[in-house]
């Protein structure tokens, strides 16, 4: 993660546009992402105990660690889009390094392309949101995206992520087909060939998606 992607260096390098600094960026950004990589459940439950934290982060990070307020505030002022850049360069740095030159499934790399559903909420929500009514009436507010990932042999690498977006007041919110196409024109345009072989279910017997 360090001396190979350098990840640890570039979250030093994303902007910080809180006014109060008194905890370092890195201290909060690298332990979410740890805690992401160990598929820890809640960030409120770690977060909130950081005594028991900093015993685990002691060979990782050094200084103040963070409560979930302040992890709160900082990932809602973070620019998605540097997050996306350190992604691609990561996946470039695969690419360089051939590190699926075996193939994942029959000699072939195999990618998997599936919705995944993130968030849902009736009392929270924002301009981003998708929606639907329940079976009692009430409004649900939720997020869906389209994500692209590498399949069969480790390691499942994930190429990419598409977000599907609202109806904007003249239809549906847009569906699954529609952000899959845009996640694999962006994959192919980026990272040029990717994938030998992309797979999905039958949603995606498309026409213009195939064509794609």
Known sequence: MKSVYKIPQKIKCLTDERKRKSIPLFNIVMPVLLF??????????????????SKRLKNCISGRIPKVD?????????????I???????????????VFREGTIGGYVVAGLDGV???????????NCLSRKKHTGETEYFYRSVVCMIIGKSPHVILGQEMLKPR???????????????????????????????VADALYLNAPFINT
């Open 70 to 82: 302040a992890v709160r505030d900082l990932l809602s002022r973070i620019n998605p889009d540097e």
């Open 117 to 127: 559903e993130l968030f849902s909420s009736t009392k929270k929500s924002c301009p």
């Open 168 to 198: 904007d007041g003249s239809g549906k919110d847009e569906g699954e087909l529609t952000g899959g196409k845009r996640l694999i024109e962006r994959l192919k345009k980026r990272h040029g060939h990717f994938a030998d072989v992309i």
């Open 84 to 98: 996306r850049s350190i992604h691609e360069e990561m996946i470039d740095i695969i690419k360089r390094n051939r």
């Open 36 to 53: 992401l990589m160990l598929q820890y459940e809640s960030f409120h439950t770690i977060f909130s105990a950081p005594e028991s934290m």
